[in-house]
């Protein structure tokens, strides 16, 4: 079945950096890349998503990137704030049942 | 808004107790799914559902099992708790053309 990494597993910035996380997934016929942030106390809410006929989307100060031949796709995140401190997971979509597997998951933390 | 709601937030029992999840959803979704989340292992989907009284296992069903009498309800059930399946439990619907939405959560504890 599909398999997907995440790294690093935490990253710590300070204000106005920029984050990046990154997933690498083995089914190539995996076509939905989805980003969920999960704040503490809360379920993981999508933040970005992507489709694998797109190779990049960007939304205010966050973007996906997907780079379908080496199977990854990143996240990055700009002028970081202490808000966007979270847990963020990325996950994969291949067609059908709309079944997503899951990374493991990426604490960021924003210092001011 | 998509509403997912889980019937507590918190909860503690023993060891060989029957547990039940639940988890509603008003948005006349079919598919709903159960997670558990663990520090470094990320959501792994325990099982899921496509209609009323359909079900499919997941990637770690055992030790668990489903009921979805009706369309928006899902819920877990824990036949005999045991202190490894204390973990985060995450309920979760999906629309036909879009992604997933989760609930807040449930946190078991097993003693």
């Known amino acids: 079945g599909e398999n997907v990494e995440q790294h690093p597993s935490t990253l710590s910035v300070q204000e106005g950096d920029s984050a990046v996380i990154k997933c690498t997934y083995s089914?190539?016929?995996?076509?939905?890349f989805p980003w969920y942030k999960q704040e503490l106390g809360k379920g993981p809410q999508l933040i970005i998503d992507?489709?694998?006929?797109?190779g990049e989307k960007k939304d205010q100060r966050i973007a996906v990137t997907l780079n379908k031949t080496a199977k990854h796709f990143s996240l990055h995140i700009t002028e970081t704030q202490p808000e966007d401190s979270a847990v963020y997971f990325c996950a994969v979509q291949k067609g059908g049942f709309q079944k997503l597997v899951f990374g493991t998951g990426t604490r960021l933390l924003v210092s001011p | 808004d998509v509403k997912v709601t889980q019937s507590s937030r918190y909860l503690v029992k023993r060891t060989g107790e029957k547990v039940f999840l639940e988890c509603v959803q008003d948005?006349?979704?079919?598919?709903m799914f159960w997670y558990r989340q663990d520090p470094g292992l990320g959501l792994r989907l325990i099982y899921f559902?496509?209609?009323?009284?359909?079900?499919e296992k997941g990637d770690i069903p055992e030790g668990y099992s489903v009921s979805r009498e009706k369309k928006e309800r899902f819920s877990l059930i824990l036949e005999s708790a045991s202190t490894n399946q204390t973990s985060m439990y995450l309920c979760?619907?999906?629309?036909?053309?879009?992604?997933?939405?989760f609930g807040p959560g449930t946190r078991l504890t097993v003693l």
């Open positions: 992507i489709r694998s006929n797109v």
């Open positions: 089914d190539s016929a995996s076509n939905y």
């Open positions: 559902s496509y209609d009323v009284k359909m079900k």
């Open positions: 979760a619907t999906h629309p036909p053309t879009d992604t997933q939405y």
């Open positions: 948005m006349d979704h079919e598919n």
